[in-house]
């Protein structure tokens, strides 16, 4: 039986690309609440500095090592239209996944994660690295749920039930509010392997409960899969998944580096790192809750719109669904603006998050300094999803190579030949930076994307 192009064919109006992105855009709010919780609980376990400090220390290496798993997402939306490509892409996914867990057990259960804390990462106190390994064997798992969970929240999105993954990530919020709430009360663990076990085991509750939606709806993955619309012109090849792949993983990985770069940068300069630091640091936390419920947004384009657009119809879809984005990254900037040069902005970091005076005062002038993203990352998701669609995931790559780039030569210029922290505060220049980065990235996308298409 022919397939229909269930997901894309008719027009796309407004309306059905608001059902199908607010729970996309929700969803980082619960994850955010979720982190607040975790760190909230530490502080009201044993061992609460020493677990902070070392829970820190886990996030980063589990995060550093799993950092792939977040693409298995867009493997699945842009790759998977039935039974056969979804075995194939699974076999990938479950194989790297694999792998990553492999090296976290390494970390974790054998001596080299003690001589890998103490050598790479130069850690002294007994006591710190012996909390490290217990929350590393904890995390190992954390490669193999998110694949169970992120794969098949490609497949959900594909068939545009976004509310699934909202639904998911709400239950795990309440899981992990309850374990939280009980291992204060009766003090169960120490912070971080409270935290741990809390990361762990919520992400793999929030897979079940996506792949109980899969199941609910369509009685098996394999079924979901085959009632996708096509994706391909040929019968899916490991070779090609890989070549889609590898971009968007070196992506995440130079993402990971952008910043501690600038951290470094703003650390060399000759007036107080500190400060500045703490103002950068505060500043962008907040602006990347507003940042981060675009995190999605391309998937509007990876889902709504057909790669060669040879139709009326579908040039139509690429300008509604272009529209769309654009309008949401606008929107988010003048509230970003908003929050920036009003009280609100002062009052959220002085108040709310409870930094000092001093911080709260030069943290706004950051974001002012960082409002543009919301409208810069629009522009990018628009165009992520167009490539992604067309499978050209390179540039992808190449974008965030060119950011990381744009991003060193600033603070260079500024720190050094200018030496603009005479005039600005470093957190300044560092948001300045930041921001040059994106930009560079953006248009470098933007730029390549109008050529193809």
Known sequence: MEKTNKNKEGKVNYKRLLKFFVPLAVTPFFITSIHTLMNAAIARLPYPELSIAVFTIVKGISNAVKAPTRMFMQISVSMVDDRKSYLTASKLVWLLSGLFFIVLVILGYTPVGEWFLKRIMGLTDPETIRFTLLGLRITAFLPLVETLRNFHRGLVISHERTRIVTAGTAVRLIAISIFLFLSVRFQLFTGVVTASLAWTLGIGIEALVVLFGVIYFYKSPFRAADLLPAKNDTVLKISQIMSFFIPLAAMR??????????????????????????????AYGLMMIIVETMRNLHQCSLVYVKPDRKTEIEEENWQTVKRFCLATGIILTVISFIIALSPMGYFILRYIIGVSEEVADLGRYVLITLSFLPFIRAVREVYWGQLMNNKTTRLIGYGKAVNFGAVLISLFIFIVPLNLAVILSPAIIGAISFSIGQGAETILIWKYSRLEY
């Open 253 to 282: 990985y130079l993402r990971s580096f952008i910043q501690p770069l600038i951290q470094s940068g703003i650390a060399r300069s000759q007036a107080d790192p500190t400060l500045a630091l703490a103002a950068f640091g505060v």
